[in-house]
């Protein structure tokens, strides 16, 4: 049973399971119940980030594979063609802590940190992904509701025709919007 599924590049991409939190299992090519063969396989993180790290969430943009967890973000290339997906780039000391603040906006991909809302931008020109942390206005008040809010029921959407971003903690019943 994962706590996180992924809809993208033809198949299905499941992690976060009871007991596996590092492994991220996807379907063969157009076939969402065959798990065991064909294009059908796994990705184990452990190898990449031995500290155990868990998954939170996952994100298809751009053509990568973005693999969200607690203080790592792993980035995979080619996720099409499992046979020649590859590791493109592991964002260390930062991560996601709520699977649902995960919202592509067009060109960008946005979520929550432990520390804000931060953008990550995938420059073609540059090898790695820089972050960008746009709730610095009013970081110290987010992240002061973090410590009373269940990470679990925090949500996020955007909102393309009016270009924002909102993110709503509902234990604590605040809501940020962010002007994209």
């Not at 009871?18 to 991220?24: E, F, P, Y």
């Not at 610095?136 to 025709?161: C, F, H, S, W």
Request: with cysteine; net charge negative.
């Amino acid at each position: 049973t994962p706590n996180c599924a992924l809809s993208a590049y033809g198949r299905l991409w499941v992690a976060d399971i009871a007991g596996d939190r590092q492994t991220v299992y996807f379907s063969d090519t157009l076939n969402p119940s065959n798990w065991t063969t064909g294009t059908a396989g796994y990705l184990n993180l452990g190898a990449v980030i031995p500290d155990g790290d868990p998954i939170i969430g996952l994100a298809a943009h751009n053509g990568f594979l973005f693999i969200f967890c607690q203080k790592h973000i792993v980035i995979y290339n080619n996720p099409q063609l499992p046979a020649n997906m590859g590791l493109q780039d592991v964002v260390s000391g930062i991560g996601c802590i709520a699977r649902d603040s995960v919202a592509s906006i067009g060109t960008d991909l946005m979520f929550l940190s432990a520390t804000g809302v931060q953008s990550l931008q995938r420059l073609i020109q540059e090898k790695s992904a820089p972050l960008r942390d746009i709730s610095m206005n009013v970081r110290d008040e987010l992240v002061g509701n973090l410590q009373n809010e269940n990470t679990d029921a925090i949500k996020a959407v955007y909102y393309p025709r009016d270009a924002f971003y909102l993110l709503t903690f509902p234990t604590t019943g605040y809501t940020y919007c962010f002007d994209t």
